[in-house]
């Protein structure tokens, strides 16, 4: 199949940004065509010899619209193998592709947990079969996440995984992380760290603070992740890994990562759209669906993820997609799983830190899509020869987020209803489309 992807304005930060036409043949970009040239198809050393090669291609007008470098998502949970009411490899593969992704990472938190080849393997083989976006596992750090024995990591990378965490759980043996870092390097894997230390945790279930006091809820204090984001920053100077701090949350663990980057330690970090999009506020009603760990935190800390992202701490917008059903959901609020779904919701939410100011659309481009594949050395962007992972967003569209439309099998978000301008259109994956808006039944 040809396709031509016509008139939009491509931003491909440090590569191309302008209006182009981008040829797609077999898969591939054989041609990005500026506008401000005369119009040309492909050379024909560029492609096999066609007749009419105008009508070989099946057009899409992109005028009024950003064509991106498929957008990746390095930090979801998609539930298979173990908890497959909540999410499957399948569902979890056309929500992402509704909401733009052309590549998610999976968390290893499933059941078994992926710490072995053979989950590894399984979970490739699903997403083959789902045949919508591409999914790169993650595998644990410890057998079992039980933080005392570490897994294989040879056997691990060989079987496809990309990087390394206990994501749900700490690794709290700083001398466990020590050499799981030290055994990643050896393998190139980066470690995916969760940075929690559970006895500042104890009984917490949202941010520590007067509202906390007030619902008569245990609260997490911020140094609850900021002193464990300092000792793998310690610990990633002391080893030479690079270390990846997932979901943060708070302005201590900011402002150490600044502060880290700044000495040119190999540290780099994610936040997700909760994060720099609600406070603690969300909470004020017992609502479970802003439970989540870490947990939404107070206006200074959103503030402080802000500026994190503006000035380039924080490399990466990662969702922390984690489906839960009504069962662990509609409970009192401290009995509550933690965790929202952000897959459908991630690409709207993000826009606004551009309407806002907070981000070019280059650098919002870039925390969704160059970095991540730079991250995780995953081959992206928008060059001839590359795969054609393809992104295609309307930023003047306005809906109302309707959570009945997802294509995620679980509920659990807190943006349902929420106005939002900005859309994911039409998402393609090696030069197949996974989601084309126009045709839902894709
Ligand atoms: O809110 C969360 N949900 N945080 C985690 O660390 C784990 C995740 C999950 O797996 O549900
Ligand atoms: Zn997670």
Do not use: W
Request: contains cysteine.
């Amino acid at each position: 199949m040809q396709i031509l992807i016509k008139d939009g304005r491509v931003v491909d930060p440090g590569n191309y940004d302008g209006i182009a036409d981008i040829f797609i043949e077999d898969g591939k970009i054989v041609k990005i065509q500026s506008n401000d040239n005369p119009r040309q198809l492909p050379t024909s050393n560029e492609q096999p010899a066609t007749r009419n090669k105008q009508q070989a291609y099946r057009t899409i007008d992109a005028t009024g619209k950003i064509v991106t470098p498929g957008l990746i998502d390095m930090h979801v949970h998609l539930r298979e193998p173990g908890h497959e009411y909540k999410e499957t490899i399948e569902t979890g593969c056309l929500a992402a592709a509704a909401g733009g992704f052309t590549a998610v990472c999976c968390m290893p938190n499933t059941n078994p947990v992926n710490d072995n080849s053979q989950v590894t393997k399984f979970i490739i083989e699903k997403a083959r079969l789902a045949d919508t976006v591409r999914v790169y596992p993650v595998a644990a750090i410890s057998k079992g996440l039980q933080g005392t024995g570490l897994s294989e990591y040879g056997d691990l990378k060989d079987a496809g995984a990309v990087a390394i965490s206990d994501d749900g759980c700490p690794v709290t043996d700083s001398q466990l992380m020590r050499r799981a870092m030290e055994y990643a390097k050896r393998f190139g894997l980066l470690i995916i760290s969760h940075c929690e230390d559970l006895n500042l945790l104890a009984e917490g279930v949202m941010n520590e603070g007067a509202l906390a006091t007030r619902m008569g809820l245990s609260g997490i204090p911020n140094a609850c992740e900021s002193v464990m984001v300092m000792r793998d920053i310690a610990l990633c100077e002391l080893t030479g890994s690079p270390v990846h701090i997932a979901h943060v949350s708070t302005m201590e663990s900011v402002r150490a990562i600044r502060d880290a980057k700044s000495r040119g330690v190999a540290v780099t970090a994610e936040t997700a759209p909760h994060y720099f999009t609600l406070t603690e506020d969300a909470v004020g009603r017992y609502d479970t669906n802003a439970k989540m760990n870490p947990p939404l935190r107070s206006k200074d800390d959103r503030e402080a993820i802000r500026k994190g992202l503006a000035d380039g701490t924080i490399d990466v917008i990662a969702t922390d997609h984690a489906p839960h059903s009504t069962i662990e959901k509609e409970v009192e609020f401290d009995r509550a799983a933690n965790g929202i779904i952000g897959l459908e919701t991630s690409v709207s939410l993000s826009l606004k830190l551009v309407e806002e100011g907070i981000l070019k659309i280059e650098e919002l481009v870039e925390k969704m899509s160059t970095n991540p594949a730079r991250i995780l050395r995953i081959e992206n962007g928008l060059t001839v020869g590359n795969s054609a992972d393809i992104t295609i967003i309307d930023p003047d569209r306005s809906y109302i987020v309707d959570v009945e439309s997802f294509r995620s099998i679980s509920r659990n978000t807190p943006f349902n209803g929420l106005e939002v301008k900005g859309k994911a259109i039409l998402t393609m994956v090696g030069g197949k489309i996974v989601f084309d808006e126009k045709n839902n039944n894709l």
